[in-house]
């Protein structure tokens, strides 16, 4: 059973170009969970999608990201125009519904996303 | 809101020394806490995670933590400690949300 998957692994962008980062989450797992780790700290929540639906972006920035689970296909995470402070690495993780009595979030290999 | 902290930004110990990663939290009800384990350029591998029961939780690796509510706390202990144990430990909690402490890097020294 392949583990979630991030594709690229690593993604070098100039200002102001748009970065997508993909996400395939683990079979059978229908949550997917994007978080961005800043050099030298933790990983922050950025948004909770289900299949076709956003559940809770409230780590979102409200400009220039977005992010979308589609019906087939992985999931996005999508900036626009970057910036210097977009550099980070950006991790996925997936997870069985959250009624689920064994809750996990299992992680990707993460995107390290550079912005020249 | 729910916040969690990790006080130790980085420790090192000798190699066969016993270990001990502090954690605390902060959440109005019982929490789902977990550790995970991050090696340069990887992603996250979880230890071991506490949702009810018994306070003591073993894991893989070797490593266990107790989960102690009077404290708010969820410290992650080894007894002794391998030098490929060097990595950053996340401490996380789940209440509505999954939120990380800042990390502590180990390093192991030989």
């Known amino acids: 059973n392949a583990g979630v998957m991030q594709n690229p692994r690593h993604l070098v962008r100039r200002r102001g170009q748009e970065a997508r980062l993909r996400c395939s989450p683990m079979k059978g797992h229908s949550h997917v969970y994007w978080y961005r780790q800043l050099p030298e700290e933790g990983l922050k929540f950025m948004v909770y999608?289900?299949?076709?639906?956003?559940?809770?972006e409230s780590g979102m920035p409200k400009e220039r990201f977005s992010a979308e689970f589609p019906k087939e296909g992985p999931s996005i995470l999508r900036i626009q125009q970057v910036v210097r402070g977009d550099s980070a690495a950006y991790f996925c993780a997936s997870s069985l519904p959250l009624t689920e009595p064994d809750y996990e979030q299992y992680f990707g290999p993460g995107t390290r996303l550079t912005v020249t | 809101a729910q916040s969690v902290t990790q006080p130790d930004i980085h420790i090192t110990v000798s190699e066969g020394a016993s270990l001990e990663l502090r954690c605390n939290y902060s959440y109005g009800a019982t929490p789902y806490l977990f550790w995970y384990v991050q090696s340069p350029g990887q992603g996250l591998q979880l230890l071991l995670k506490y949702f009810s029961g018994d306070t003591l939780v073993q894991g893989i690796k070797g490593f266990e933590a107790e989960f102690k509510r009077s404290q708010s706390s969820f410290n992650l202990r080894k007894p002794s400690v391998h030098w490929s144990d060097a990595a950053e430990y996340f401490c996380a909690l789940y209440g509505n949300k999954l939120v990380f402490g800042a990390g502590t890097i180990l390093r192991v020294k030989s």
């Open positions: 999608l289900q299949k076709e639906n956003i559940i809770d």
